[in-house]
């Protein structure tokens, strides 16, 4: 058995200094990073890099991170795990990522070395482990949106405010 | 019994023969008595014959023509006649005592000395004035008797009359309907008038035709609808003449008798007069006429009691008519307004232009009478019409319609700005889409075309194509300009809807995009810090750094919270837990364990202050994370909101050892004191922007001193600094 080969990480961003950025901090960490500016060039370099990860920035043009996601869950029948790069902090969002297959999702900015540990976590894991931790993730989502969305509709029903914007309506 | 019998007129005969004797004595001196009767008379002749002088001369002389029964029939008729000629009975036989006077004092002369003739001439002339005066008085009984038995006759038959009339007048007030009230009417008139038929005809002024309305039963054709042309019949030629019309006998004539003989059983005598309104103007209302079986010649007084019957019909169906103008007109109002409501309910509450230009098309034409009808919407850059909606026109065809302005009807309205109205002016128009369509041009005559306006700007106009070859009267004109005027309003919503629309989605994007750069710009800020980081070797300079990319993170979580899209009020605690998720990942260090609260706090801060107090907030937490619980490793945050008289009040507290004064900032020195004085002096600034205040206090147990520095830290959880900002609620104004 030969030494384990570095993992190698696939970084689509379209924004070239965060790119350059994060595949610094990886490189340094022990990983083989490579980037891919946009859509077209992150399918090309998903078939011949082969990942074992990527990170991945949903907003993009004019192929979307939302596009490659698709992309990869219909032409493989075992993607590489994804963590959703996004600078979108909306709760829904997020869902939606995890539904579309990605197993984190980190908002945007956040310090790289932060992000090396995301994936230095999410690597050692099992294909089960990850499996878990992504159905627990949808299951937080999905929490955090029934609970926020329950309490501000009892809590705002009672509202004084309300009240008088209803007289008045 | 046969004895009293002979003696009696044993005694008339001797009457008899004494009054002989004596009439052959005054026979003699008949000019004496003619001379001396002449002379009560004043005549100089006479008696004349047949007076009652004449008749009592020669009853007293005893006549051989003038028996005793020939005396009392010609005083009887004479008293007849006195009563027919409505002379007084007293009068004449005050005249007829005076030549009695004057012959009894004749005959004290005729018989000087008292004898038995002389009392015998007595008797006689008292006899013959006892029997006249009773049979004049007899005949005179005899006529007065008869006549006050026909006056009786004749009240009784007035008395019904007057109730015929009084039932007529009643149905025709009552609430019962003309068909029925017509009915009972000619009831009551056969009756009165003991007449096998009476007829009512109806006269439409329009069509120029009687139609018969109501029988007491008979029906002509067996029960079919009966009309009459104007001189058709008799009832048809009293319409035409307007006067009453009397036959005898109606079959004598062939006209009269082709009316006459529409019945099961034919009619002789006739009867027809018209019914007429007296009103502003003499209008023919129709006809009423009454049949008898048999030939007949109807009195002075029917035909007076038709007149009246046909007076009151005509007041009746005028009034009948009136009602049912006024109550057809108020509910043509009624119903008018209910859909102007409905359309501008629909207008008010849907977007849906289709809906709104298709329902005001449709209702439009039921509502003005016409056939079809077509909303035209203006381009002005081509200064052309196309079709936005219609009623009753073909698809196909309304999708082709191109009309050029100042062009067809259409397009001089729209031109010109005002309504117009027009009758067959397609057949000269030779550009109007209409004559495209042989179906349509053939059955419509008029148009009407009013402007779509808005603020004096031509959007487009509707017209109304009807079938009349008449203009619409005023007031559909009215319903129409108010049906353009709300279909001006829909358009001109549904486009001012679409452009806002479309300046949302445009915004929404533009807004994503701008927070998608902004939170780019600061990841790469982020990134080049951290590189930075990595690559100095002064802890001093890392430190720096770090606490540089957490600013860095705290401006994007702020980023987050103002550039989401529904930014507008948000709740304290929202905008807290907002915060605290952002600073507890950013800030606070791995081995430090530090719980967040916070607490519920329903109050709503306008927009405005949510951004201002969302940075607040922020530093405020960062002040407690990074100074408050510096050198601890565990400890609470609670962030805890209130309002008081108007005033909300945001508090940050933290259970760390806290700064030695209240006020650190001008103690504090060294590296951190110019960070310090940042975060502090941008809470300050800040809160002042919203009239506010900012204080931040050691609070404790009263058993606990502020001051205490050594042997604190048993009462640590007890002691903690509270920051807290002051600011006056603004709530926006709703009205």
């Not at chain 1, 950025?21 to 011949?48: K, R, T």
């Not at chain 2, 008038?193 to 439409?204: A, E, G, N, R, W």
């Not at chain 2, 309104?277 to 007084?301: A, C, H, K, M, Y």
């Not at chain 2, 019409?385 to 009753?392: I, K, P, R, S, T």
Request: one cysteine or more; hydrophobic letters at 40%; glycine letters at 6%.
């Amino acid at each position: 058995m030969d030494a384990p080969a570095r993992a190698r990480i696939l970084v689509i961003e379209d924004e070239r200094p965060i790119q350059q950025v994060l595949c610094f901090f990886l490189h340094s960490s022990g990983y083989d990073a490579s980037g891919a500016s946009n859509g077209q060039e992150a399918m090309q370099a998903i078939v011949e890099f082969a990942p074992h990860l990527i990170l991945l920035e949903l907003e993009m043009r004019p192929v979307s991170g939302w596009d490659i996601l698709n992309w990869l869950r219909a032409n493989f029948a075992s993607p590489p795990p994804v963590i959703v790069l996004s600078t979108l902090v909306n709760l829904k969002e997020q869902m939606h990522g995890f539904e579309e297959g990605a197993i984190d999702y980190i908002t945007k900015p956040t310090q790289p070395s932060a992000i090396v540990e995301r994936v230095r976590a999410i690597l050692a894991m099992s294909q089960e482990q990850r499996g878990m931790l992504q159905r627990k993730r949808l299951d937080e989502q999905r929490k955090t949106l029934a609970r926020l969305y329950s309490t501000q509709r009892d809590e705002f029903a009672y509202l004084p405010y309300q009240r008088g914007f209803e007289e008045k309506g | 019994m046969h004895a009293p019998i002979s003696g009696a007129q044993s005694g008339r005969e001797k009457v008899t023969q004494s009054a002989s004797n004596v009439e052959q004595v005054l026979a003699q001196h008949i000019t004496r008595l003619q001379v001396c009767l002449q002379h009560v008379s004043g005549d100089s002749y006479g008696p004349e014959e047949g007076s009652d002088a004449w008749l009592l001369l020669n009853a007293l002389i005893g006549s051989d023509e003038f028996d005793n029964e020939t005396l009392t029939a010609r005083f009887e008729q004479s008293g007849r006649w006195l009563a027919e000629q409505g002379g007084k009975l007293d009068t004449r036989i005050s005249g007829f005592q005076l030549y009695i006077d004057a012959l009894a004092s004749e005959l004290k002369k005729i018989f000087p000395s008292p004898s038995e003739l002389m009392a015998e001439a007595f008797s006689h002339l008292y006899q013959v004035q006892a029997s006249s005066i009773l049979a004049l008085t007899r005949g005179y009984q005899g006529v007065t008797d008869r006549l006050a038995v026909s006056n009786a006759q004749m009240t009784e038959r007035l008395e019904h009359r007057l109730l015929a009339l009084q039932r007529i007048n009643g149905v025709s007030n009552s609430s019962m309907d003309l068909d029925q009230t017509l009915e009972v009417t000619t009831q009551v008139v056969a009756e009165q008038l003991y007449v096998d038929l009476c007829s009512i005809f109806f006269y439409d002024d329009l069509q120029r035709v009687l139609t018969l309305r109501a029988t007491n039963g008979p029906h002509p054709l067996g029960g079919m609808h009966f009309t009459l042309r104007l001189g058709e019949g008799y009832s048809g030629w009293v319409a035409d003449k307007g006067r009453p019309l009397l036959v005898q006998d109606a079959l004598t004539d062939t006209n009269f008798a082709s009316e006459a003989q529409a019945y099961a059983t034919d009619y002789h005598g006739i009867m027809s007069l018209p019914i007429i309104f007296f009103g502003n103007d003499e209008r023919l209302i129709g006809v009423i006429s009454v049949q008898s079986s048999e030939p007949r010649d109807f009195t002075r007084d029917e035909i007076s009691f038709v007149e009246v019957v046909a007076g009151i019909v005509a007041i009746g169906i005028e009034n009948g008519h009136l009602y049912e103008q006024t109550d057809e007109q108020l509910r043509r109002k009624v119903h008018e307004l209910a859909t102007i409501h409905r359309v501008s309910w629909i207008i008010a509450s849907t977007l849906n232009l289709d809906e709104v230009l298709q329902m005001i098309t449709t209702q439009a034409v039921h509502l003005s009478g016409a056939e079809r009808s077509c909303i035209f919407e203006l381009d002005p850059d081509l200064r052309r019409l196309h079709v936005l909606a219609h009623y009753g026109l073909d698809n196909g065809l309304a999708s082709r319609i191109q009309i050029d302005v100042g062009q067809c009807c259409a397009g001089r309205c729209v031109q010109t700005g005002r309504p117009s109205m027009a009758v067959d002016c397609f057949h000269a128009d030779e550009h109007c889409f209409l004559r495209n369509d042989p179906l349509i041009s053939a059955d419509i005559h008029s148009v009407l075309c009013v402007p779509l306006k808005v603020k004096q700007k031509v959007l487009g106009c509707i017209c109304i194509y009807s079938s009349h070859r008449h203009l619409l009267s005023p007031e559909q004109m009215q319903l129409v300009i108010t049906f353009a005027n709300e279909a001006a309003i829909a358009i001109d919503n549904a486009r001012l809807y679409e452009e806002t629309r479309r300046g949302l989605e445009l915004k929404s994007v533009l807004l994503r995009e701008l927070h998608h750069r902004v939170k780019n710009n600061l990841a790469t800020v982020a990134g080049i810090l951290s590189l930075q980081r990595r690559r100095t070797r002064s802890p001093e300079v890392r430190r720096t750094l770090a606490e540089s990319v957490n600013r860095v993170q705290g401006l994007a979580a702020t980023h987050d919270l103002l550039a989401h899209e529904d930014v507008s009020e948000a709740r304290v605690d929202d905008i807290a837990r907002k915060i605290v998720g952002v600073a507890n990942a950013n800030l606070s260090l791995p081995e430090q364990h530090i719980t967040f609260v916070v607490e519920p706090c329903p109050i709503v801060i306008p927009s405005r202050a949510v951004t201002i107090l969302a940075l607040v907030i922020n530093e405020m937490i960062s002040n407690a994370i990074k100074h408050g619980m510096a050198h601890q490793t565990e400890g609470t945050v609670t962030v805890r909101g209130r309002e008081e008289d108007g005033t909300v009040i945001v508090q940050v507290i933290d259970t760390g050892r806290g700064p030695l004064t209240e006020m650190p900032v001008e103690e504090s020195a060294g590296e951190n004191s110019g960070f310090e004085g940042l975060g502090l002096s941008l809470i300050k600034h800040l809160i002042g922007d919203l009239d506010g205040s900012f204080t931040l206090r050691r609070e404790g147990d009263a058993a606990v001193s502020a001051q205490q520095e050594d042997g604190g830290r048993k009462s640590e959880n007890a002691e903690r600094t509270v920051s807290e900002v002051r600011f006056p609620l603004v709530r926006r104004s709703h009205t």
